[in-house]
Each structure stands twice: as C-alpha cells, then as structure tokens.
C-alpha cells in the first residue's frame, strides 16, 4: 500500500492532516474506481480478511486456499517502520505481503462485477476502512490528490465522519498492519509459514 503515496509512518499515533480537522463528508457513490488500477497503491490482505473471505466463499481446504490464492491473490512487497521500546532508532522492515489480484485492461478486481463488489459484507478491512487509511489521512496532498478521483469525497451531501472518526478508521488500519508485521518477525519474514497454502511459484507474478 505504500506504492504511489509518500507517507511512511513512524509511529502509532496518526497525524491527522489539518484539512480533516474538522472532519469531512463521504459516502460511497459505489462507482468502483477504487477497485480498479494499481496506481493508488495496493489492496492488502490481513489474516482476518482471509479467514472472513474464505469461509463467505466456503473454502476449508488447503487444495481450496491454494486454488483461491492463485486465482484471487499476489504476494507483493510490504515495508513498515518500527522502533522498538528502549531503542534510539527504528529501521524500516521490508517483507512480503499479500494483496488482491487485479485484472484486464482496467485492472480490476476480480470480484468487482456491474460496479459492485460480491463480496461487499466480506470484503477485506482496507476496503472497509476506504478512504481512511493512515497514509491518506495523515497527507494533505496523498488526500486532496484521491479525493480529486472519488466522487464519494466530492460531494457535500455525505455523511460526516469527525476528526475522531478518521482518526479511528486510520488507527485500526495501522494496528492491523502492525499485527501482521509482528506476526511476519515471529516467522522469520517467511510469508510461506505465514499462509502455507501460498505457493513459490507466486512469488515471480
Ligand atoms: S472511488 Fe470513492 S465513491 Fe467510488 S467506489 Fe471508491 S470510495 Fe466509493
Ligand atoms: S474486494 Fe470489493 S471493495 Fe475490495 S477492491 Fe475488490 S471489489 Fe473493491
């Protein structure tokens, strides 16, 4: 998710950007241009979101998680930032991760069909927490740049999320990725003892 945006975050604490201080209209107009195109940054997976897709899609096989990786997934390049208690300085950690697999010309998602993603109540957290994600919130710039692109963003007659709100969104985000960072160090940054039904072969796609 770090492609395209230029925000790295040092710290749990988000820094909201000044033009959210006083909070902000939004409410999707479901007119699927965030399910489309790379270049606003990829859409992550978390463990939960697999576990909460794969029992929608009723998938309890490791033959099944596979065939559903290949199809629906990518392992794609992550980073975080981390300082640990007592440390002067933090170092930021690179690692794989797992993203959505978009495709076509447009590059959509592959569950995004007539506009609508089919698995709207299942849909994984950074499409829940969309367009409140800690890197877009914590920049003006990141911010008024997407907001040109979401119609959502560009009405007034949205529903208004406070300053808290955001703030909310954005940090649940953010623990969520911590989580998975920690999970990742647990495993040697090994992504295949993360989701074992991921295979090598996924690695060069
Ligand atoms: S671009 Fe904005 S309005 Fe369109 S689907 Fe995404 S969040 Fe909703
Ligand atoms: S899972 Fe649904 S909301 Fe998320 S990118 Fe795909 S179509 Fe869009």
Redesign the pocket.
């Known amino acids: 998710m770090e492609n395209g945006f230029n925000v790295t975050l040092t710290s749990s604490d988000i820094k909201l950007s000044k033009s959210l201080e006083n909070g902000i209209e939004f409410s999707c107009q479901m007119c ?1 241009s ?2 489309r195109g790379f270049h606003e940054g990829e ?1 992550y997976l978390y463990p939960d979101d697999i576990d909460r897709l794969s029992e929608f899609l009723h998938i309890s096989s490791n033959s099944g998680l596979k065939k559903f990786a290949k199809k629906y997934l990518r392992i794609i390049n992550d980073t975080f930032f981390w300082k640990e208690l007592g440390e002067e300085r933090g170092k930021t950690y690179k690692f794989k991760n797992i993203g ?1 697999k978009f495709t076509g010309d447009d590059e959509h ?4 069909k007539d506009n609508k ?4 109540e299942n ?2 957290f950074q ?1 829940i927490c969309f367009p409140f994600w800690h890197m877009l919130v914590s920049s003006r710039k990141n911010f008024i740049e997407y907001a040109k692109k979401c119609p959502g963003l560009n009405t007034l007659k949205g529903k208004h999320y406070s300053k808290e709100e955001i703030l909310d969104w954005a940090t649940k985000e953010y623990e969520m990725e911590k989580e998975y960072f920690f999970k990742m160090r647990q495993n040697d940054f090994n992504i295949f003892k993360v989701y074992p039904f991921l295979s090598k072969d996924m690695l060069n796609k």
Do not use: D, K, N, S
């Open positions: 699927g965030c399910c859409v959505l998602c592959q569950f995004l993603c089919i698995v709207h849909r994984p499409c």
